[in-house]
């Protein structure tokens, strides 16, 4: 692309504006729209589509798209572009044009498929593995076998490394304990010059193997092997073979993107041994024994500790730093999913511009109405203490964006309505998320017949969705939440210590992985998810932090601060742990001399690690000398130590209170802005509040944000000490944003309405017209009582995706004082309405009602309401029929079980206005 050009793209995505005219909604760039992870099937895309599609995200409200090549729909081979090809590099350029057109930004992945890997890694450079043979040997004997790799397990058949060179180690274990290094005996061919000596003695060589894993779902030509991401030299490789094909400049892309670490059995690296001699001070070679078995003892853990300690600096040193480094070179930005990594996941979030977590699977929220159907959800939860560990590192790091890849499989394919996606994004928001990216949108080109291209994994936010024309009403409501997530910075008063080495030390297994999926172990068990927990339900707010923020912290005013531009902590949570480094112990004495004030939840029982473990012991024991009694204080320097098992018992004494809004089981979090702050508050309970809520911030006035409409209102307020008590009221599933300020504008205040008894039922005949959908498109009809359209004796309805119109009017003396709410009962799945012809909006989540007093008149009033439905009552007449549609090579399409799909059995999902549908005279208060 031309430089005039790209410089174009770049300013037009910078664009700024509002979301609504209201002046304290803050102004927003592309950035506070939700953006959605673009597969390109094939890399089949041409300039004329990718124009057209990326036309109809901007219409539907996207802010961006992240460029993820992978495997093609089968019959269309002739249009697939090899990746990195000069022809494939002109498509992004398009796809940038395109994008800035619209004010929205572009993204990319940095390989294809994931993981990271492709014809870019050499099998040098491929995913490694230690691979041990074990032999035996009785006084006097020679091994006649020669020392070469052999895997008789089948799991891999890469053996040597490109120079010949497989064996890094032979180590001989006598029966008395003695241990002989005899690698250095070892010949050319294998050949093993030693004669055993006394005893019976075992062997354990160690090759240095490959895991043979290939790039799963990858595009054509970006097959190849997974990276090994513990090598300097493999990243290097990597990156300049792909820095090259994009000529070593940016395109206009905002970010190159790395997907989650899904590198199975990689737990080595050629120069492992020598790293772990450099780092841990003593050879590891001698303890293979110990490293790749199953002794269950102390001794052994630390050894493994060690091991993963060695494992993580390497992961952090030559793959994400440097990785974000090279993206720096090319004025572009790293983004990285750390979690699944056998690192410290903190660290690795840290070394990124923006860390990126995601949900998988559906959690339970207990909304009235909220539909969840055991059948169609994985018995997967996202986990909001795991996603606080992307926004934790963000946040000390002073980084802007926390983003979460959002919806995965969030529901089976063609049952997710937008109402489900609501609460569950709401969940990353309270967790520090700001910038989503839908999982998400498949490139699809025009003459592909319905539903076009389709991703193996739901969620499908596509064109070809029915629910698509509605897509608007949730893009609004995450661009007003993210406008003012992404706008100040956190207000979370509490740093805690995250004990990743009471991970580490642990006998069992070698690498550690830390996965999403894998919490129950790795996660839930430990003391501090016990505190995160208990200080979430007391409602304090706070981010973790890992050992190496700690040694680098400062004191800000006597509050924590790892960077300069990074959050700042009143106060230093420590949890109970069995294992502290000591830099660790004295990065905290050393920061309580500067002014911080520290509570350890019990004295940390010793370091981790097997190197001069004596000597730290006894510098570590000195340090905790210091220690006050169980239950009191100690002064340190101009700082302050607490010992209390429970960890939240000194806080208020600190002057640290929770929210109480959290007692209400109301979730929330709290930007500053200057001087004032932003509440984010949401209603995940199957309770309505009607309430005068304490908040801890004192304030003159306090604003009321509605996310939904966009509406705002000066909120009803009083003082009660050091805190404001604002009126509130909060349907179950709604939320809030408040705005504390101590100006003295003249905002109008805020409608309370209070529901009256006198209820309007809409329940004369409606006329229906479908407007949109297939296969077929029914006729229209006049129905009396309203029902699903799958129950009104037509099979065309009951096969029916799409877009049908009810019509009524009704009679109505609008009355003084009063507001009128519009309640639809059951939606399947979501409306937009129109009252006397004017448009009062979407009605997409629960609760299904939206105020239209502003709309109505004295007399007749037309109430038109248009619906959309599900996928999947379409998608099950094509499988019942036979009809062809899915049709992909590598995993084709699989249902949320990874089994084949099928809908042919599915029961016709509700679809339409169910009602009751009711007008709520409201008194206005």
């Known amino acids: 692309m031309p430089m005039k050009k790209i410089i174009t793209v770049l300013a037009l995505s910078a664009f700024q504006f509002t979301v609504t005219a209201q002046s304290h909604w803050p102004a927003v760039s592309n950035t506070a729209r939700p953006w959605t992870r673009w597969w390109w099937m094939g890399s089949a895309v041409d300039s004329v589509n990718i124009n057209a599609t990326i036309g109809q995200y901007s219409d539907a409200g996207l802010g961006g798209v992240e460029i993820v090549p992978i495997y093609g729909a089968k019959g269309y081979e002739s249009r697939y572009l090899k990746y990195l090809s000069p022809q494939w590099v002109n498509r992004v350029d398009n796809a940038v044009e395109a994008a800035g057109k619209h004010h929205m930004g572009v993204d990319i992945a940095l390989g294809t498929g994931w993981p990271i890997g492709g014809p870019q890694v050499s099998e040098k450079n491929a995913a490694t593995r230690i691979h041990i043979q074990k032999y035996s040997l009785n006084k006097g004997e020679q091994l006649l076998q020669k020392v070469v790799f052999t895997d008789s397990t089948k799991k891999g058949d890469g053996v040597l490394s490109a120079d010949g060179v497989g064996l890094m180690a032979l180590m001989a274990y006598g029966a008395d304990g003695a241990v002989k290094d005899l690698t250095g005996k070892v010949q050319p061919d294998g050949t093993l010059s030693w004669v055993a000596e006394e005893g019976n003695w075992q062997l354990l060589a160690a090759f240095n193997a490959k895991t043979r894993q290939k790039v799963k779902r990858a595009a054509p030509g970006g097959e190849g092997y997974t990276l090994d991401h513990f090598s300097s030299a493999a990243l290097k490789e990597y990156l300049t073979i792909t820095g090259k094909a994009y000529g070593d400049r940016s395109h206009g892309l905002r970010s190159f993107y790395n997907d989650s670490y899904e590198v199975y059995g990689a737990n080595w690296t050629p120069d492992l041994f020598t790293e772990f001699e450099k780092r841990r001070g003593y050879k590891l070679q001698p303890y293979l024994r110990e490293l790749t078995g199953n002794i269950i003892s102390d001794s052994v853990a630390r050894i493994k500790s060690d091991y993963r300690e060695t494992i993580a600096a390497l992961m952090l040193e030559n793959f994400a730093r440097p990785f974000a480094q090279w993206a720096h070179g090319l004025n572009m930005q790293s983004i990285n999913q750390s979690h699944g990594s056998p690192g410290n996941l903190l660290d690795l979030y840290a070394a990124v511009d923006i860390a ?151 006998p069992k297994g070698l690498d550690k992985a830390l996965k999403v999926h894998d919490v129950d172990d790795w996660l839930h068990p430990s003391p501090f998810y016990k505190d995160v927990q208990r200080l979430q339900k007391e409602g304090y707010s706070f981010d973790f932090v890992s050992d190496r923020m700690l040694q680098q912290a400062k004191i800000k005013s006597g509050q924590l601060q790892v960077t300069d531009t990074g959050a700042v902590y009143k106060v230093l949570l420590v949890p109970a742990c069995g294992k502290m480094p000591l830099e660790t112990l004295k990065a905290i004495m050393k920061l309580a001399k500067q002014g911080l004030r520290v509570v350890i939840a019990d004295v940390p029982a010793d370091v981790p690690g097997v190197h001069q473990l004596a ?55 709290r930007r500053k802005d200057g001087n004032n702050y932003y509440y984010y508050i949401v209603n995940h309970t199957a309770r309505d509040i009607d309430t005068v809520l304490p908040i801890n911030v004192s304030a003159d006035k306090v604003l009321l944000l509605d996310p939904q409409s966009g509406r705002e209102g000066s909120a009803r307020v009083e003082r009660s000490g050091t805190k404001t008590l604002v009126k509130l009221q909060l349907k179950s599933g709604e939320s809030v944003i408040l705005l504390t300020t101590k100006e003295n504008d003249k905002q109008a205040a805020w409608k309370y309405v209070t529901a009256n008894g006198k209820d309007i039922a809409l329940s004369g005949s409606w006329e229906v017209r479908f407007t949109a959908g297939g296969p077929v498109l029914p006729k229209p009809v006049t129905i009396e009582k309203l029902s699903s359209w799958t129950e009104w004796g037509d099979s065309t309805l009951v096969n029916f995706s799409g877009t049908a119109v009810y019509t009524t009017h009704v009679q109505l003396s609008k009355k003084a004082g009063c507001d009128y709410l519009l309640q639809l009962g059951r939606l399947c799945e979501s409306a937009r309405v129109w009252v006397n012809g004017k448009d009062a909006g979407f009605i997409w989540s629960i609760p299904f009602e939206r105020r239209i007093g502003d709309l109505l008149k004295d007399g007749s009033n037309e109430i038109k309401i248009e619906v959309v439905n599900l996928m999947a009552n379409r998608i099950r007449y094509m499988d019942r029929n036979k009809i062809p549609w899915r049709n992909y090579h590598e995993i084709n399409f699989v249902n949320i079980n990874y089994k084949d799909f099928n809908a042919a059995s599915w029961a016709p999902q509700p679809s339409g206005l169910l009602g009751p549908v009711l007008i709520k005279e409201m008194t206005a208060h």
Not at 375 to 390: C, E, G, S
């Open 615 to 669: 000597l730290r012991r006894q510098a570590f024991n000195a340090l905790k000398a210091h220690f006050p009694a169980e239950g009191s204080a100690v002064h340190v320097g101009m700082g302050s130590l607490f010992l209390s098992r429970d960890i939240l018992k000194p806080l208020p004494t600190l002057g640290l209170e929770g929210e109480p809004l959290a007692k209400m089981k109301l979730g929330f979090i």
């Open 356 to 506: 990126e977590t995601e949900t998988f699977g559906s959690s339970y929220f207990p909304i009235k109405g909220l539909r969840r159907d055991s059948a169609d959800v994985r018995n997967v939860d996202p986990d909001p203490a795991m996603l606080k560990f992307a926004s934790s590192a963000a946040h000390a790091m002073g980084h802007r964006f926390a983003s979460s890849e959002t919806f995965t499989w969030l529901t089976e394919h063609f049952k997710t309505s937008w109402s489900q996606c609501k609460p569950e994004a709401e969940q990353l928001f309270l967790a520090g998320i700001n910038h989503v990216f839908f999982h998400g949108t498949t490139y699809s080109p025009a003459d592909a017949a319905w539903p076009g291209w389709i991703f193996y994994a739901s969620v499908n936010f596509v064109p070809a969705n029915s629910l698509w024309p509605h897509l608007k009403g949730m893009s609004e409501y995450i661009t007003r939440c993210q406008s003012v997530l992404q706008k100040g910075v956190p207000d979370n008063e509490l740093a805690i210590y995250w004990p990743v080495y009471d991970v580490w030390h642990d």
